[in-house]
């Protein structure tokens, strides 16, 4: 595929570039729930309310992305009873953290993991604004709270800054703030894989397949990126500097699922965005399709059927965590 037929650009041109699609998600997500898709009062504290209207195509693809992402989420705290940890790998911005403080649904510790710069944007933020850090301090207790310009360490919840490429440097990271490897482990990657070269991406899954006896991993990213609208996707974002050298494991629903079962994982379940659509409720669906209107219904369907949701599972425990489903 074309993606990876560009000329080489340095590693620091490549990398700003790939930290810039973390304000990309967070401008859409905060359009979105500006219009009405769903409810998320955190996000305004993390990104500015963008000043040109976005498409409504995008406001759906990304409710459909949210309400996957929870839904496969939810079903393993529930399985786990909450017993367990959450690894948000290219986290950025998300919210997440403070959405399971809201619905009594913390797991037992939350990890965030994202380049140094996103991550000190991050922290800034939560310092300055008490709507962000009273959450964070009142689920702690114990020994006092880390926090520095990289890096913040609460009982519950942890961010760490840290360059996914680097798998010793990560786990260091994170057993120093308490990563328990025997726990029940969900690990998410939202539109973070395709920015990783195949061996890094591999090298990152079969990590995870390796140190977690029991674990889910949810990766939610391109598909179908051979054809004519998946050539367009690539160049769009080649002309942004931003190149998705990953974009071979995005071929199709079968090699997202193989990277996983070549990688150390038991299953793995690979659905395009028009059928975790289609498993919406249908009157949520009802409620966001009239929020607006919708006139390129075409293109909708077109940008659903280039993301896919996968998720793959290790069970050693026999926790169940094979029956997890949308
Ligand atoms: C498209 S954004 C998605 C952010 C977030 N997952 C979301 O859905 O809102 C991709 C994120 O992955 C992070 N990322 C990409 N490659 C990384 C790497 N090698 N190490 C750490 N973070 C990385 C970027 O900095 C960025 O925040």
Redesign the pocket.
């Known amino acids: 595929m074309a993606g990876t037929s560009r000329p080489p650009q340095t590693a620091d041109v490549f990398d700003e570039a ?2 810039g ?2 304000d ?3 401008l859409c ?1 905060r359009y979105a729930i500006s219009v009405g898709y769903w409810k998320d009062p955190y996000i305004e504290y993390f990104v500015r309310q963008p000043k040109e209207r976005k498409a409504p195509e995008i406001s759906r693809g990304y409710y459909a992305r949210v309400q996957g992402v929870s839904n496969l989420l939810e079903a393993f705290l529930k399985k786990t009873e909450c017993n367990c940890q959450i690894i ?7 919210t997440l953290f403070w959405k399971l403080k809201d619905e009594n649904l913390l797991p037992r510790k939350y990890f965030e ?3 140094p710069s ?1 991550v000190a944007r991050k922290i800034h933020n939560i310092k300055a604004k008490p709507p962000l850090s009273k959450p964070i301090m009142e689920s702690h207790s114990g020994e006092s709270l880390l926090i520095d310009a990289h890096s913040l360490d609460s009982s519950r919840y942890a961010i760490i800054g ?4 680097d798998l010793p440097k990560l786990e260091e990271h994170l057993k120093k703030c308490n990563m328990d490897p025997h726990l029940p482990t969900v690990l998410v ?4 894989l395709i ?2 070269t195949q061996e890094h991406s591999a090298g990152l899954l079969k990590w995870a397949a390796g140190i977690f006896p029991s674990a889910m991993f949810i990766n939610y990213e391109q598909v179908n990126m051979a054809d004519r609208f998946g050539q367009i996707m690539i160049e769009n974002l080649q002309s942004r500097q931003c190149n998705l050298i990953g974009v071979e494991h995005c071929r199709s629903l079968e090699t997202q699922k193989d990277r996983f079962l070549q990688n150390g994982w038991e299953t793995a379940t690979a659905i395009d965005m028009v059928k975790v659509y289609a498993s919406l409720p249908p009157t949520d669906v009802k409620r966001i399709e009239a929020l607006e209107f919708l006139d390129e219904k075409e293109l909708l369907e077109q940008l659903m059927q280039h993301y896919c949701l996968c998720w793959a599972t290790k069970d050693s425990c026999n926790l169940g965590l094979t029956e997890i489903t949308l």
């Not at 840290?162 to 490429?165: K, M, S, W």
């Not at 990657?189 to 973070?192: L, M, N, T």
Request: aromatic content about 6%; glycine content about 6%; charged content about 30%.
């Open positions: 790939v930290r699609t973390c990309d998600a967070s997500k948000n790998l290219g986290a950025g911005m998300d993991v994202d380049f996103i840290a360059d996914l490429r990657a939202e539109c973070v920015y990783l």
